[in-house]
């Protein structure tokens, strides 16, 4: 039974530019959240995904945004990237209203 | 505004020694928390969580936390620490009905062999 999974394991982008980060939740799960983990910092919640619909939002700005498909996969989008973007991008999958979530390796994004 | 801190960033202990790891939230209304940690190399992982009822709640490999909500408290405690317990923990919490997880820090946690 494979975990949660996200793709690519690293990214370079420059700044401005634009990414994609993509989330698969673990089998039989069909709620995403999104975190950004800054280095020496603790996961800050950017959003969370449910039935195809942003569910709850932190406070990140409108360049984060963000897309659940039927099959219940996610996708993150960062634009106009910004130095301060370079972090670890972690995508969490859960049940429901079930509040235990389990996160998978996460995206290591630099921007530069 | 809602926050969770933990005590100590870096903490050193030799094999055998007794483990405590603070935890202290600022929260309004009900609270679910939760320990997890990141072995070197790993991912995330649920160590242990508390929803509702006993307040001393048991996890993985021998750790435990207590809830003391006068306190705004959930330490996470190991009797005797393992060279293999090496890694970093984080404490978090969420509300009923607030999905967001709102986490400390973290606690690079050190056993010498």
């Known amino acids: 039974d494979a975990g949660v999974t996200q793709s690519p394991t690293h990214l370079i982008k420059t700044r401005g530019q634009q990414v994609t980060l993509r989330c698969s939740p673990k089998?039989?799960?069909?709620?995403v959240s999104w975190y950004q983990q800054a280095l020496g910092q603790g996961p800050q919640f950017i959003f969370q995904?449910?039935?195809?619909?942003?569910?709850q939002r932190g406070n990140f700005p409108d360049r984060f945004s963000g897309h659940q498909f039927p099959n219940y996969s996610s996708e993150l989008n960062v634009n106009a990237l910004l130095l301060g973007d370079s972090a670890l991008y972690l995508c969490?999958?859960?049940?429901?209203?079930?509040?235990?979530?389990?996160f998978g390796p996460g995206t290591r994004l630099t921007v530069l | 505004a809602q926050s969770v801190s933990q005590h100590n960033h870096h903490v050193i202990l030799s094999e055998a020694a007794s483990l405590e790891l603070g935890c202290n939230y600022s929260?309004?209304?009900?609270?679910?928390l939760f320990w997890y940690v990141q072995y070197p190399g790993q991912h995330l992982q649920l160590l242990l969580k508390?929803?509702?009822?006993d307040p001393l709640v048991k996890g993985i490999k021998g750790f435990e936390a207590e809830f003391i909500k006068s306190k705004f408290s959930f330490n996470l405690r190991k009797p005797s620490v393992q060279w293999s317990d090496t890694a970093e923990y984080f404490c978090?919490?969420?509300?009923?009905?607030?999905?967001?997880?709102?986490w400390g820090a973290g606690t690079k946690l050190i056993i010498k062999p």
């Open positions: 969490a999958s859960s049940t429901g209203t079930a509040n235990e979530q389990f």
């Open positions: 089998s039989g799960h069909d709620t």
């Open positions: 995904y449910y039935e195809e619909e942003e569910r």
């Open positions: 929260y309004g209304g009900t609270v679910n």
């Open positions: 508390y929803f509702s009822g």
């Open positions: 978090a919490v969420n509300g009923d009905s607030n999905y967001q997880l709102i």
